[in-house]
């Protein structure tokens, strides 16, 4: 996977993502066996851009390069000359002087695909509004993990058919994992992440009825209801209320599911206190796989 970007779930294939999950796997054990300095990336620079906050994401690839004997630098995107008008085309072609990769947040999945497509060095996406694939990947490790296996395994998302949703669906088509998507009327994925979603489409499906049949759902997977940058959004509250993760939801699933939230969590909104801390989550291991996913990624990558 040398010289390879990452920008969307969909630019891997199903052997990619496992080869990935198998080095999460060992890069996970080896650290729980006190092997916290691992020297894969001995030497190596990661640039991180950020147009958009961060905590998981700039905490966990920054950790992840230490670990690896690298090292990561923050690029503020206010304080770069792209805010006086240089292209993401050039500011690609310089970083790819200074540093082994780049890993950038911002708004427009363009911008990202611009910069990658004029950088010599491996990009990967840390989030736009259209998706948010190490999100999506890290957790689809964490069913795994779970799991032991993807076997007849089904998940339901609730809320807004956002960013973190089209990864997620990205994920399902490649690793055979059926997948509802629960959404109010307006608020479904965008037609254009469903028309390019790999191999078999009908492993996902679109409904806006929150009283879905959840009896043999494995996982439950809500997201805040306004992304960051849609703040102007939050008018549309009221119409997500029916699709909030509580416990009354949770009674109509199995004993056994399982919740996950990919943070930051708004209390209250689209899921409860009550089940964020309840026995079901599994909020808190999936934080922590974003670490060790993501350590696969870049030692894949650089």
């Known amino acids: 996977m ?38 894969i990336l ?12 961060s905590t998981r994401t700039r905490t966990s690839f920054e950790v992840g390069m230490l670990e ?42 363009e911008d990202v695909e611009v910069l990658a497509k004029n950088s010599t060095i491996p990009v990967i996406n840390g989030l736009t509004d259209l998706h948010h694939p190490c999100q999506a990947l890290a957790d689809f490790y964490t069913i795994w993990e779970k799991r032991g296996s993807f076997k007849r395994v089904k998940m339901a998302f609730f ?33 254009t992440v469903l028309a390019n979603l790999k191999n078999n489409h009908k492993k996902i499906t679109i409904t806006t009825n929150p009283k879905v049949d959840l009896s043999n759902v494995d996982f439950v997977y809500t997201d805040v209801w306004v992304s960051m940058g849609e703040e102007k959004k939050r008018k549309r509250k009221d119409v997500f209320q029916p699709y909030q993760v509580n416990e009354k939801i949770l009674k ?3 004993s056994k599911v399982m919740v996950m939230h ?19 989550s599994i909020v808190w291991d999936q934080v922590e796989n974003r670490l060790h996913f993501q350590k696969a990624l870049l030692a894949a990558l650089l």
């Not at 001995?42 to 906050?53: D, S």
């Not at 960013?163 to 608020?187: R, Y």
């Open 2 to 39: 040398k010289k390879k970007d990452f920008l969307q779930v969909a630019d891997l294939g199903a052997d990619e993502i496992w080869h990935l999950f198998e080095l999460t796997k060992d890069l996970k054990t080896r650290r729980k066996r006190g092997e916290k300095i691992i020297p």
């Open 42 to 53: 001995r030497g190596k620079v990661l640039g991180m851009l950020f147009a958009k906050p």
């Open 68 to 109: 690896l004997g690298g090292y990561a630098i923050t690029l503020d995107a206010g304080n770069l000359q792209v805010v006086r008008g240089e292209t993401m085309g050039d500011t690609g072609r310089c970083l790819s002087r200074f540093l082994n990769g780049i890993m950038i947040r911002t708004y427009k999945q």
């Open 159 to 191: 809320g807004d058919g956002n960013n973190v949703c089209h990864s997620l669906m990205q994920a399902a088509v490649l690793l055979n994992v059926e997948m509802q998507v629960v959404t109010p009327p307006g608020c479904q994925p965008k037609r």
């Open 252 to 254: 109509k699933t199995s």
């Open 262 to 280: 990919c943070l930051p969590a708004h209390r209250g909104e689209e899921i409860t206190d009550e089940v964020i801390d309840g026995p079901h």
